[in-house]
């Protein structure tokens, strides 16, 4: 069975312009978590997705939003990008909504905001 | 809110040798707590999970302890190998929400 895969794996991008990136869950997945990975604050929670609807959001500001489709693949959309945005955005995928189910990550999309 | 932490920040063991990672968490409500292993360039993967109604899970050379009165769990990886240097996170979860550790990297030393 194939992987989570998220698209793409490096990005480049300057301050103030927008970002689109994109995830892929595991066949028969419904729910779709995001999360930022710096080395400072770790790996937080950003929102989580079931259903084409959130579900769960974590302490970001509006700058970050997604969405989900019904096929289950989530997008996420960081706009008037900051330097404080670089970081591994990883996302990842699971049967339930609720995080006691186990989560599957994907390999992560690398960011880099000049 | 609900607070992991997670120590040492970064742990050295000579080969064969046995490492253990330990986590507190604040929320006595949570109920999940898996451990997670991040190789370089990977996203993370979970290595072994433990649920509140359970005290010690092993697996192989993987141990997990949970003592829910102190709030704190722990992962033991035992005859450590090569293969075995990566970032490690722990986290605690009570089904909406799911925090993680900073993380521990592990470095196994010939």
């Known amino acids: 069975k194939a992987g989570v895969t998220q698209t793409p794996r490096y990005l480049i991008k300057t301050r103030g312009q927008q970002v689109t990136l994109s995830c892929s869950p595991i066949s028969g997945h419904r729910s779709v978590s995001w999360y930022q990975q710096t080395p400072g604050q770790g790996l937080q929670f950003l929102f989580e997705?079931?259903?084409?609807?959130?579900?769960n959001k974590g302490n970001f500001p509006g700058r970050f939003s997604g969405r989900q489709f019904s096929n289950s693949r989530s997008e996420m959309n960081v706009s008037t990008l900051e330097l404080g945005d670089s970081a591994l955005y990883l996302c990842?995928?699971?049967?339930?909504?609720?995080?006691?189910?186990?989560?599957?990550f994907g390999p992560g999309t690398r960011l880099l905001v000049l | 809110g609900e607070n992991v932490e997670q120590h040492p920040s970064t742990l050295s063991v000579q080969e064969g040798d046995s490492a253990v990672i330990k986590c507190t968490y604040s929320d006595s409500a949570s109920n999940y707590f898996p451990w997670y292993k991040q190789e370089l360039g990977k996203g993370p993967q979970l290595i072994i999970d433990i649920r509140s109604n359970v005290g010690e899970k092993k697996d192989q050379r993987i141990a997990v302890t949970l003592n829910k009165t102190a709030k704190h769990f722990s992962l033991h990886i035992t005859e450590t190998q090569p293969e075995d240097s990566a970032v490690y996170f722990c986290?605690?979860?009570?089904?909406?929400?799911?925090?993680f550790g900073k993380g521990t990297r592990l470095h196994i030393l010939p």
């Open positions: 986290a605690a979860s009570k089904g909406d929400k799911i925090i």
């Open positions: 997705y079931f259903s084409e609807t959130q579900r």
């Open positions: 990842a995928s699971s049967w339930t909504r609720r995080f006691e189910e186990t989560q599957y």
